[in-house]
């Protein structure tokens, strides 16, 4: 044992001397490096994994999906077109009615003012990518028998019990369209105010959404309000509630506040423009 | 000589002639940029504008503008969706779970391998940590009819792991302990 512990104190001994392990005196380990130059002949010259003979030898790589004259795998069944037109498709991302109390429970939205993709994007707490083709949101049902809240609120996109749960509780619920700038515009509306343009004016829905929008059994913006208040009546007695009467609320303004088709802000007509730091807003002088 | 041929450039003439040209093109006025925007015009060819100081409108203004700090809740009678303000101040308990800057308890589920590794993470754990931890596995042992659970405490940074997936279970036992 006496010659290993020797060893062992030699070695300590080197090492008390050498220099600390440092970025400058490290080197890769042996064998990680792989020599990037390729032997002929005498010089390491073999196959180089390539085989001998025929199309692998020449590397000849075929197209992908290609099975050297059988019909293809890709080819051999008929055409289903699951995504024909997504880079089209609006997307509405979801919010739940849980999502929406949680934010009146814990004070991230006031409730005392109409609800609209502006107060749920200020709240912090959710986005809107219009550049991504989201077109606004959609509320959707889970937590919807824990909803208590009496809102006044615009999604783009409701289910049918969101709509009765709303409802139930006293509150206003409304689907309306916003083309991408006006989302982009609603999404961070204090950003957009301090470019220093005028207010657009909104767009109106494309052929394919209009049939929803004028719907009021989806509560559209472009639906005839008699039809809306007579829907109300129907799906009070289809799920088995009351239906409030907003007419006797003592919020009956805020409950019924609602935008123009082309209006992008509650209270804000197209053209003004809005100067945040002297606080003045420019109109067009009616004579 | 060159101030001359500015004063030419610049004559009214020959920036109708541009938007003329402009007009006859098939291309449109691309207003992205500087060279491409529209021409200033006299400003009689502009509509009458009237600025407003203070207007009545103002309101509507201060509605879109976010809050600059996250608010604070108020006091309900009851919280439908069962989230509860923080009431225990971890005096007796000898530990404090602090509340996350959204008022929320910071329990959060780790998703590693592909779902296959579930790690619960209890995080801003103040004071006796250790305590907190015996606490805790009990209450997951108790769910899993006493089977052991395993768990890594990380005293400095006062995190409690604790494998597989427990997040609801202890959210809804910090926030009965009112944490």
């Known amino acids: 044992m006496a010659h290993l512990r020797e060893s062992t104190d030699k070695a300590l001994k080197l090492l008390r001397t050498l220099p600390r392990v440092q970025i400058g005196n490290l080197r890769p380990n042996p064998n990680s490096k792989q ?22 030898q020449r590397q000849n790589f075929m197209r992908l999906g290609y099975e050297t004259g059988n019909q293809p795998f890709y080819l051999r069944f008929p055409y289903e077109p699951y995504y024909k037109g997504h880079h089209m498709r609006r997307e509405y991302p979801p919010i739940s009615m849980l999502q929406l109390q949680v ?12 609800i609209d993709i502006a107060t749920l994007c200020n709240s912090g707490l959710m986005t809107l990518k219009p550049a991504e083709l989201q077109y606004g949101f959609q509320l959707t049902d889970e937590g919807l028998d824990n909803f208590k809240a009496k809102i006044n609120i615009e ?51 494309p052929q394919d959404a209009i049939e929803y929008y004028t719907d009021a059994r989806n509560r559209g913006y472009l639906a005839n309000p008699e039809e809306i208040s007579k829907e109300r009546l129907v799906l009070a007695q ?16 805020m409950l019924t506040a609602a935008k123009d088709p082309r209006q992008l ?23 | 000589m060159a101030a001359n041929a500015k004063a030419i450039v610049n004559t009214p003439l020959l920036q109708g002639l541009k938007q003329l040209v402009r007009s006859l093109h098939t291309d449109c006025a691309r207003l992205s940029s500087f060279r491409s925007s529209r021409e200033v015009q006299p400003l009689e060819e502009y509509p009458e504008v009237e600025v407003l100081h203070n207007p009545p409108e103002w309101k509507y203004v201060e509605r879109l503008l976010p809050p600059r700090t996250v608010p604070q809740p108020v006091a309900k009678p009851a919280y439908p969706s069962g989230w509860k303000p923080q009431t225990a101040t971890g005096q007796e308990s000898g ?18 391998f592909r779902g296959q590794r579930r790690l619960t993470i209890v995080r801003l754990i103040q004071g006796d940590i250790w305590a907190l931890e015996r606490d805790l596995r009990q209450v997951v042992e108790q769910s899993r009819n ?21 997040v609801d279970l202890l959210r809804e036992h910090l926030k009965s302990k009112g944490f």
């Not at chain 1, 390729?38 to 025929?54: T, V």
């Not at chain 1, 934010?103 to 109409?114: A, G, K």
């Open chain 1, 155 to 205: 999604v783009q996109h409701a289910s049918e019990a969101v709509i009765a749960a709303v409802e139930r509780n006293g509150g206003v619920i409304r689907t309306a369209y916003y083309d991408p700038r006006s989302v982009h515009i609603l999404s961070n509306p204090k950003k957009w105010f301090e470019k220093g343009v005028p207010i657009p004016l909104r767009m109106l829905p």
């Open chain 2, 146 to 166: 006493g089977k052991l659970c395993a768990t890594r405490v990380n005293e400095l940074s006062g995190q409690i792991h604790i494998h597989g997936d427990y």
């Open chain 1, 35 to 56: 020599n990037d130059k390729r032997g002929r002949a005498q010089h390491g010259g073999d196959k180089h994994g390539a085989g001998n003979k025929g199309s692998g």
């Open chain 1, 103 to 114: 934010l009146i429970d814990t004070n991230r939205i006031d409730i005392s003012q109409p």
């Open chain 1, 265 to 287: 802000f509650h209270g804000l007509e197209p053209g003004w423009l809005i100067n945040l730091v002297d606080k003045t807003i420019v109109k067009l002088k009616t004579t």
């Open chain 2, 95 to 112: 530990y404090f779970v602090a509340r996350t800057k959204n008022h929320m308890v910071p329990v959060y589920l780790n998703t590693r």
């Open chain 1, 238 to 253: 289809k799920y088995g509630y009351e239906l409030p009467r907003i007419e006797d609320d003592p919020n009956y303004e």
